[in-house]
């Protein structure tokens, strides 16, 4: 079977509210060689992300999107125990929805991914407070935020958000990510304090490697 194929039996399970066949499906991906990034952004991802469409579009409702979430929840908490992490560096990175943001599974993946580097991460999850986050990351003081957004509803936490984090001093480097920042919508999160826009994990954990080097690498 193809990567696509996989990524289709996936979303069938999910659809027909069998959680036994959306996980063979995914057993079935590892056991083929996919390997569990590829999993998580090539299967998990794009399955998820179909079906926030069919919510949209309103041809599946808020329990059947919920359920969907949970089952891919806890398949990913499956997989995130068998990534390999590399030993902690120092570098430090904050990882949260923005104000009022649901979605929380995209920041889990990118936490997996930065860990897998060597960062300790602080993941927030669905979106807190922006006062909350800023006051947590200027106690912290992190070399990256990195924040999701997926719904146009919550902007207002957004440019408040950005905008809290862009004015601590020492300033980190805030990152934007999620489905709301498409081509149309990326020079607006420029605007509003993000350093960088980026949606895949693996282009992240590269760019932070030249931009942000573990210590022992810094020139």
């Not at 992190?142 to 862009?166: K, R």
């Amino acid at each position: 079977m193809s990567l696509d194929e996989h990524r289709d039996a996936f979303l069938e399970g999910l659809l027909a509210r069998d959680s036994a066949r959306a996980r063979l499906a995914v057993q079935a991906a590892l056991d083929a060689g996919v390997p569990i990034p590829d999993v998580y952004l090539e299967l998990l991802q794009p399955a998820l992300r179909e079906v926030g469409h069919r919510w949209a579009m309103g041809t599946l409702n808020v329990a059947e999107e919920h359920y969907a979430t949970a089952v891919a929840r806890s398949i990913l908490d499956g997989l995130s125990r068998r990534v390999p992490r590399a030993p902690k560096d120092g570098r430090l990175a904050v990882v949260s929805g923005t104000p009022d943001e649901l979605h929380e599974l995209g920041t889990r993946m990118v936490a997996d991914f930065l860990e897998a580097d060597g960062w300790e991460v602080l993941l927030l999850g669905p979106g807190a407070p922006a006062h909350d986050v800023a006051e947590l990351v200027e106690s912290e003081q992190p070399e990256v935020v990195a924040l999701s957004t997926a719904t146009a509803s919550v902007l207002h936490g957004v440019v408040e958000l950005f905008g809290a984090v862009a004015a601590l001093n020492p300033r980190p480097c805030i990152v934007a990510g999620g489905q709301f920042w498409t081509a149309e919508t990326s020079a607006a999160a420029l605007e509003f304090g993000a350093d960088l826009v980026i949606h895949d994990p693996r282009d992240l954990v590269a760019t932070l490697q030249e931009r942000i080097p573990p210590p022992g690498l810094a020139e």
